[in-house]
Nanobody, 121 residues
Framework: QVQLVESGGGLVQPGGSLRLSCAAS????????MAWYRQAPGKQRGLVALITSGGSTNYADSVKGRFTISRDNAKNTVYLQMNSLKPEDTAVYYC???????????????WGQGTLVTVSS
């Protein structure tokens, strides 16, 4: 089993910054990609940012120029630096990863428990 644990959420004023972390642990052979999703009240969960094992990144249009996804391969950890936060960014942020747990194993999709980010004055 693979576990993803998020941290770093909290309450911040508009224009402020937060840094989210997600550490993967367990029986990990290879991590193909890691990503951040978010879900606001009454909304569907959507992709915020993604980073592949090769370091390529993708962002939702709504966060481009404000958020940065990065990783530490040695620690199996992904980060989301969030700057210039807006009230519309308020959501539960979920870590997501595609991971194989054995040699030549079929990759599986794993989710963290979520961390709440509230942007409000």
């Amino acid at each position: 089993q693979v576990q993803l644990v998020e941290s770093g959420g909290g309450l911040v004023q508009p224009g402020g910054s937060l840094r989210l972390s997600c550490a993967a642990s367990g029986s990990i052979f290879s991590i193909y990609r890691m990503a951040w999703y978010r879900q606001a009240p009454g909304k569907q969960r959507g992709l915020v940012a993604l980073i592949t094992s090769g370091g390529s990144t993708n962002y939702a249009d709504s966060v481009k120029g404000r958020f940065t996804i990065s990783r530490d391969n040695a620690k199996n950890t992904v980060y989301l630096q969030m700057n210039s936060l807006k009230p519309e960014d308020t959501a539960v942020y979920y870590c997501n990863s595609v991971v194989s747990t054995e040699v030549a194993g079929i990759p599986g999709v794993y989710w963290g428990q979520g961390t709440l980010v509230t942007v409000s004055s």
